[in-house]
């Protein structure tokens, strides 16, 4: 896929992977549209890859249907069609068993699955009527099993990854729409500052991966290798197997301590 030229839109864009995959779209020359919730942020990337390419950017918390409906017009309006869009937007809260929260999963399926499809739901008219279009979500790399202390987060990228997983081939047979589902292992992003994970690489590194998979055609792209290969050993574990490994190494050093919740009489 060439990509001078094309628009692109990316969600979560204030920092992160979102902020890093800016700059690699902004090098190809692609015309980009930013969102994200800090305004301040926003603008300040946007008016340094102004140096190297068209960028426009516009505030949006994407738990908010109105706020993604509104920037993909925006964005079209803007520049008559929306070539690539990258779903970066996304948070991370643990939620330990002592004290299970619902509320914690509430918000993460809002914003890490729901969040995506509202995006999806307002770009695919705009897509069919071009006939051709990217969409490609972050998901994440342990995505079939379950993490303990990560419920909330795993459940949200695991309902991603199986939205993406049911709309790749329709997209394509009949509107020549390209899915992209990404699986990332530990990246270096602030949603995980704090919390220590072996092998995590830097938000450049990820955007690369990402970028050269998306100019590739790749429908999965998932990175980096060695995480890759240890997460798809774990998912062969059986149940027995894989409920001995022990819970603080994959809770991650780090992980917060907290109190029992007390039973409500």
Request: contains cysteine.
């Amino acid at each position: 896929m060439k990509l001078p030229g094309n628009v692109v839109l990316i969600s979560g864009a204030s920092s992160g992977m979102g902020a890093a995959l800016a700059k690699n779209f902004a090098k190809e020359h692609c015309k980009l549209v930013l969102c994200a919730r800090r305004e301040d942020k926003l603008k300040e990337l946007a008016e340094t890859l102004k140096k190297e390419t068209d960028c426009i950017y516009k505030t949006c918390d994407v738990k908010n249907k109105s706020d993604v409906d509104e920037v993909v017009r925006f964005a079209y309006k803007s520049y008559g069609r929306i070539d690539i869009a990258i779903l970066a937007a996304g948070i991370l809260i643990p939620n330990p068993i002592e004290s299970f929260d619902s509320s914690i999963i509430k918000e993460s399926m809002e914003t890490n699955f729901l969040g995506d499809v509202y995006f999806i739901e307002s770009l695919l008219p705009i897509m069919k009527k071009q006939k051709s279009g990217v969409i490609a979500s972050i998901s994440t790399l342990p995505d079939k099993r379950g993490v303990p202390g990560w419920g909330a987060y795993g459940a949200s990228k695991a309902a991603l990854s199986w939205m993406m997983e049911s709309l790749r081939s329709e997209a394509k047979q009949k509107y020549n729409i390209d899915i992209i589902t990404i699986k990332p292992g530990s990246v270096k992003t602030p949603m995980i500052e704090g919390f220590y994970r072996q092998g995590a690489i830097s938000v450049e590194q990820a955007a690369d991966y990402i970028t050269r998979g998306i100019k590739q055609g790749k429908k999965i792209i998932q990175f980096p290798l060695a995480q890759v290969l240890m997460i798809r050993m774990q998912d062969l574990f059986p149940v027995v197997v894989y409920d001995k490994i022990p819970i603080e190494l994959q809770k991650g050093k780090g992980y917060p301590t907290a109190k029992e919740k007390e039973l409500k009489e």
